[in-house]
DNA sequence: CACGCATTTGCATACGAATGCAAGGGTCCG
DNA sequence: CGGACCCTTGCATTCGTATGCAAATGCGTG
C-alpha cells in the first residue's frame, strides 16, 4: 500500500474499471457522466488518494488559475492587508496566488521573467519599484496588469487607487479649518504617482487658500528614513505645526520622532495626518488623524478588474478609484466647531 | 505581427531553423548544445517574445518548482515580515511560492486540496489554526510540511520555533530579578503550541523560585481580545504587576490598554514583556522589551528544512529551534545594577 | 419489437517542453 | 586514409489530464 508515485487518473480508471476520461468527467463538474460512474470514480480515488494534477489540467486547458502578485512594503501594516484580502478575493473566485517580493534592491527583471514564465494569468502590482517597464512586459505578452496603489501616466494599463488627490485636499482643508499656518508635506518616494497625487491635492488646497506653500521632505515609504525627515523638519528655524504625511507609516515615524525627540504633543503642539487607515492607526498610542482607504472594496475591485480583463481579453484598461473618507482621531487639532 | 497564441519552443525552432529539441536545449542550462545553435534560438526566442512554458515543464520534470505557504495572522508583523523573508529563500533557492490565506473563520479542508492539487513541492505552514489535520493530509500526500512557530506533540513533523521555553525562563527570571512580585500572563490561543510553551517556560520558572503563579488570562493572539484580557487583569483586586504575553503584538495590546484605560505608566507602573521582537517593538512609542526571534535565521532555517526534504524524500523529521535573546528595552523595570 | 432521441462512454489526440536514443558531424591520432 | 571518440542534433516518446468524436447504452413511444 505505498505506491512509489501519486496516483494518476489511469490509476484510478484502473482501479474503478472505467476509461481515464470518466475519471476526468467525474472531478469536471457539469460534465457528462452518470451518476453510477462519479460515484465509481470517487471510491477508487478516495481509497488511492487521488487528486486531479491541476498541472496538466493547466496544460491542456490553457489556464493556469493562477494569478501573480508582487507587493513590496511588507512593513507597512497597509499591504499585508491587502495582499490577505486579494488573496482570499482570488481564491472566492477559483484562482491561486502565486506571490512574488521584490526585495529592496532587487533587480526587478529577474522576477518579471519568472513570473511570466510561470504562465500567470494575470498580475497585480502593488510595489512602486517596478511599475512601468514591469507593465509594459507584461502587456505585451499579453498578460493583464491591474496596478494596485499607483498608476503610470499613460492610460494604457489598469489600476484601482484610492481618491489621492480628493483626499489630501480635504486633508488641506482639514488642517486649514484647525487653524494652522506651517504646513508641511512628507513625501513618499519622488517616482510614486501615489506621494505626487497626494502632495498635489494637499498643495493645491493651500495655494488656493491662498496659504504659505508648504514645507516638503522626503520619507522614501521608509521608517528610519522618514525619522530621518522629520528630524529635518522640526530642525528648523520655523518648524512646521501641520504636517501631512504621504501615508500612515511615514505618520507613524513623523509622530514618534516629534514626540521622543522634540518633545511635542501631537495633536497639540502639531498635528500630524497621515494616508490610509491602517489597523495601527486606530490603535491609542497613535489616535492618527487620516484618510481611509478602505482595504476590502479596494481589494474586490482590484479582484473584480482582472477578472473582467481575464473575462474578456479585449476589455479596455479600467482605472478605479475608490472612495475613501477622513477619519477625524486625536492627532491633529480640530477646527472650532460652527455650529452648538 | 500579432499572434494570436504565445509563441511555443516549436515556433522557435522553426524561425530558428532548428528541432524543438534545440530550443528546450537553449533553455537548459548545461544541456548539450553548440554555442552557435543555443545563439540561434536566443535571437529567435528574443524575436518572438518566446518564454519557456514552466506549466509544461513541470508535468514532464514532475517537479513544479512551487512551494505552498499557508499563512495567517496578517495582522500581527511577524508574519509578513516572515513571509517576505521566506519568499526570498525560496525565490533564491529557485522555488515560486503559492500564497495561502486561510481567513479566520475560513474551512481549512477546501484549501488543503488546492494546495494538494497543485502539485506544490512542500508546505509552510504558519498558521495555527490549521495545523494537525492538515499536516497528516499533506505527509500522507507524499508532501513534505514544516511548521512554522508551532510544533505538534508527535516528532512526525517538521518544524522550525524558536526557544520558547528558554525564551520565557529568561523572561521570567529578568522579571523575577526586577523584583516584581504579581505575575501575570497572557495567553495567545489555548490550542498554540507556541503560547503552551511560553506558558511553561514562564510559569515553571515562577515555581522554581518559589513565586506566586502567574494569573493567566486568554488574548488569542487578537488585538480586541487582548485588550479585552488586559482589562480582566487591570480591573482584579490585586492586579499584576508584572505581565508577559504570548507575543509583542499581544504586549501592544495590554500596554496600550493599559495606559490608555488605567492610567498606568509602562515601565514603572507595570512591567509588559513581549515575544518576537517585530520591527514595532523597537519604535519609542512601544519601546517594548521582548525576547527577539530573528526574522531572517529562522526564514533561513524554514527554507533550509525545506530543501533539505526535497533533497532527500527520506530525510527525517527536522526539528529546529533557533536562537533568540532577551532584548532589553523600556517597557519593563531593570533588574537593579549588581556591579559597579 | 423497432425506432428515435438523449445520455454516457471510451478512444484517440492534444497541450508544450524534456530527454533517451541513435544518427550525424567534427576532431585527433595512429 | 581509416577509425575511435566526443560533441550536436533530431526523432520520437513522455508527463497527466481534457475533450471532440463516434460508438454504445438507455429510455420512451408508436
Given at each position: ?6 496516483p ?9 474499471g ?9 472531478f ?18 478516495e481509497?488511492?488518494?487521488?487528486r ?15 494569478i ?22 482570488f ?14 534592491g532587487?533587480?526587478?527583471?529577474p522576477?518579471?521573467?519568472e ?6 494569468e ?12 514591469f ?22 494599463v ?25 504646513f508641511?508635506?512628507?513625501a ?42 522629520a ?12 504636517i501631512?504625511?504621504?501615508?500612515d ?65 479585449l ?5 478605479e478609484?475608490?472612495?475613501?473618507s477622513l ?6 487639532r ?7
Amino acid at each position: 500500500m505505498k505506491p512509489s508515485r501519486r496516483p494518476t487518473a489511469h490509476d484510478v480508471a484502473a482501479l474503478a474499471g472505467v476509461s481515464q476520461s470518466a475519471v476526468s468527467r467525474a472531478f469536471t463538474p457539469g460534465a457528462s457522466i452518470s451518476r453510477r460512474a462519479r460515484l465509481l470514480v470517487q471510491q477508487a480515488a478516495e481509497t488511492l488518494g487521488y487528486r486531479p494534477n491541476l498541472i496538466a489540467r493547466s496544460l491542456i486547458t490553457r489556464r493556469s488559475g493562477t494569478i501573480g502578485i508582487a507587493i513590496g512594503y511588507m512593513d507597512n501594516q497597509f499591504y499585508p492587508a491587502m495582499l490577505d484580502a486579494m488573496c482570499a478575493g482570488f481564491a472566492a473566485a477559483g484562482y491561486r496566488v502565486l506571490l512574488f517580493t521584490p526585495g529592496p534592491g532587487g533587480d526587478p527583471d529577474p522576477i518579471l521573467d519568472e513570473v511570466l514564465r510561470y504562465q500567470v494569468e494575470a498580475v497585480v502590482l502593488a510595489s512602486a519599484r517596478l511599475t512601468s517597464h514591469f507593465a509594459e512586459q507584461c502587456s505585451q505578452a499579453r498578460v493583464p496588469v491591474v496596478l494596485f496603489n499607483r498608476r503610470t501616466e499613460r492610460a494604457t494599463v489598469s489600476s484601482i487607487t484610492g481618491r489621492n488627490r480628493e483626499g489630501a485636499a480635504e486633508i488641506a482643508r482639514f488642517l486649514i479649518d484647525g487653524g494652522h499656518l506651517r504646513f508641511a508635506y512628507v513625501a513618499g518616494l519622488e517616482d510614486s504617482s501615489t506621494s505626487r497625487d497626494r502632495e498635489r491635492g494637499f498643495v493645491d488646497t493651500l495655494r488656493q487658500a491662498g496659504l504659505t506653500p508648504a514645507t516638503r521632505v522626503v520619507g522614501h515609504y521608509d521608517f528610519a528614513l522618514a525619522r530621518e525627515a522629520a528630524r529635518t523638519l522640526f530642525s528648523a528655524p520655523s518648524p512646521p505645526d501641520a504636517i501631512f504625511c504621504a501615508n500612515d507609516h511615514t505618520a507613524f515615524a513623523v509622530m514618534q520622532t516629534a514626540q521622543a525627540e522634540f518633545g511635542l504633543r501631537v495633536g497639540t503642539d502639531i498635528s500630524v495626518v497621515g494616508f490610509d487607515d491602517v489597523p495601527l492607526a486606530a490603535w491609542p498610542a497613535f489616535d492618527l488623524t487620516t484618510y481611509a482607504q478602505p482595504i476590502r472594496p479596494m481589494a474586490e475591485r482590484v479582484v473584480a478588474a482582472t477578472l473582467a480583463h481575464l473575462a474578456d481579453p479585449l476589455c479596455p484598461p479600467i482605472q478605479e478609484q475608490v472612495d475613501g473618507s477622513l477619519i477625524v482621531r486625536g492627532s491633529a487639532r480640530l477646527p472650532p466647531r460652527r455650529h452648538s
